[in-house]
């Protein structure tokens, strides 16, 4: 069985100020693992994924995220927000066949 | 680019009646699924389909919910008689092939029974 766990279901930042969302997860396979946001009225778009290879992962719009095993993480980070960042971000684990989402994590950037 | 679409975008049903939710996938994927999201919840896996039958589906998608690939183009989801907690967003997604693990996912159809 896997499973994640996004801690914070709202974070709150200011325009130019860095971005950290975080997701735990637990798989019994060597997971991959994603993560997704959500525009208001969008589908899912995907930011990154890992795959076993590099941990240190680069997506798009400047996202990254760090794949840390021994902590069992994958958190979500940016540099500096942009207000364009606002929405609704979901880690995911991947068993090969189905993808399990994480709760999500309102993204709110201020002025 | 290529992208996964859906239709239509918001639907509003009474309850008991059927609705076919209908997608597009990414031409020359392989894999497709379909997804709910309950209002405030999360994103959950309904069904997947491959080889023109379903891979594997989870305890939501019982007896009321099918799935069909009517043409080799069209990936459909039919709820035949629809209840209130069956209003959600439902994605449909798709993926290449076996090796590869992305999928990408269509904007949704927001359905409302009432």
């Known amino acids: 069985a896997q499973s994640v766990t996004q801690l914070d279901s709202h974070v709150s930042v200011s325009e130019g100020t860095p971005v950290l969302l975080r997701c735990n997860y637990s798989s019994s396979y060597s997971p991959s693992l994603f993560w997704y946001v959500q525009h208001p009225n969008k589908g899912l778009q995907l930011l990154l994924k890992y795959t076993s290879a590099a941990t240190l992962v680069k997506g798009i719009n400047g996202f990254e995220a760090e794949f840390k095993k021994s902590e069992t993480s994958f958190h979500l980070t940016k540099p500096s927000a942009h207000m364009s960042d606002a929405a609704e971000y979901f880690c995911?684990?991947?068993?090969?066949?189905?993808?399990?989402f994480g709760k999500g994590t309102m993204l709110l950037v201020s002025p | 680019e290529p992208e996964v679409t859906q239709t239509p975008s918001h639907q509003v049903t009474q309850m008991g009646q059927e609705v076919i939710l209908r997608c597009v996938p990414i031409s020359n994927h392989l894999y497709f699924y379909w997804y709910r999201q309950i209002l405030g919840q999360k994103v959950e896996f309904l069904v997947s389909?491959?080889?023109?039958?379903?891979?594997?589906k989870s305890e939501i998608f019982d007896d009321q919910f099918s799935v069909e690939r009517p043409d080799g183009s069209n990936f459909t989801l039919k709820i035949r008689s629809t209840k209130l907690e069956d209003s959600a967003m439902y994605f449909c997604?798709?993926?290449?092939?076996?090796?590869?693990?992305?999928?990408?996912f269509g904007p949704g159809t927001r359905l409302l029974v009432l």
């Open positions: 995911v684990v991947s068993d090969r066949s189905t993808l399990t």
């Open positions: 389909f491959y080889n023109n039958e379903i891979s594997e």
């Open positions: 997604a798709s993926r290449p092939g076996r090796m590869q693990e992305t999928q990408y």
